[in-house]
């Protein structure tokens, strides 16, 4: 069975900081691996996702996530955070064999101050 | 805009109805996957389509039933509805069942 655990249900960052948002995942194949982001009453928009090609995955606004299969480990980072961050994040792990069901974190909430 | 659209947006019901939620997948993508969002158990897979057959399952109830039809448009029915079957559910399509999915903005049904 896979499983993801997703470290911190809320973050907090300034206007320009780096962000973290961690996810660690558990999976008996070689997974595919997603984040995806919601914005207040709406639905879920991939930002990135790794299909066992490079390691690091850039995605959408600005995001990229790297893949390190020793630490079980796929955090997603921006090195400079905007206002219009603000959301939920998700991440997700696929076996991507005879279907591609999501199973997702909890989720993380991403409050960026200014 | 992701190209899946689900009706209705909103839903209020009481115990013990029947509702039909539907969900049209973006041009050209086969399968189809419904997910529930609530706040205790978060989003969980329910349940796959692949080009009209069903492909997975996931912790969908007994009470709940999906179909896609020809037209790969697909349907997702809830009977004797419960308070704790409010949520928000989510359609999402994809051109496989390999490759990502991409999410409707949901239905919010609400159960009073």
């Known amino acids: 069975a896979q499983s993801v655990t997703q470290l911190g249900s809320h973050v907090s960052v300034s206007e320009g900081a780096l962000v973290l948002l961690r996810c660690n995942y558990s999976?008996?194949?070689?997974?595919?691996l997603f984040w995806y982001v919601q914005y207040p009453n709406q639905g879920l928009q991939l930002l990135l996702k790794y299909t066992s090609a490079a390691t690091l995955v850039k995605g959408i606004n600005g995001f990229e996530a790297e893949f390190k299969k020793s630490e079980t480990s796929f955090h997603l980072t921006k090195p400079s955070a905007h206002m219009r961050d603000a959301a939920e994040y998700f991440c997700a792990v696929s076996d991507g064999v005879g279907g591609n069901k999501l199973v997702f974190g909890a989720g993380t909430i991403l409050r960026v101050k200014s | 805009d992701s190209g899946v659209t689900q009706t209705p947006k909103h839903l209020i019901t009481a115990t013990g109805q029947r509702v039909t939620l539907r969900c049209s997948p973006r041009?050209?993508?086969?399968?189809v996957y419904w997910y529930q969002q609530s706040l205790d158990q978060g989003l969980q897979f329910l349940i796959q389509y692949y080009n009209g057959e069903e492909r997975a399952k996931g912790n969908i109830l007994e009470r709940f039933s999906a179909q896609q039809f020809p037209d790969l448009h697909s349907e997702l029915n809830l009977s004797s509805l419960e308070l704790g079957d409010s949520a928000l559910y989510f359609c999402?399509?994809?051109?496989?069942?390999?490759?990502?999915?991409?999410f409707g903005q949901g239905t919010r049904l609400t159960v009073v």
């Open positions: 999976s008996s194949v070689p997974p595919y």
């Open positions: 999402a399509s994809s051109v496989t069942g390999n490759t990502e999915a991409f």
């Open positions: 041009s050209g993508d086969l399968s």
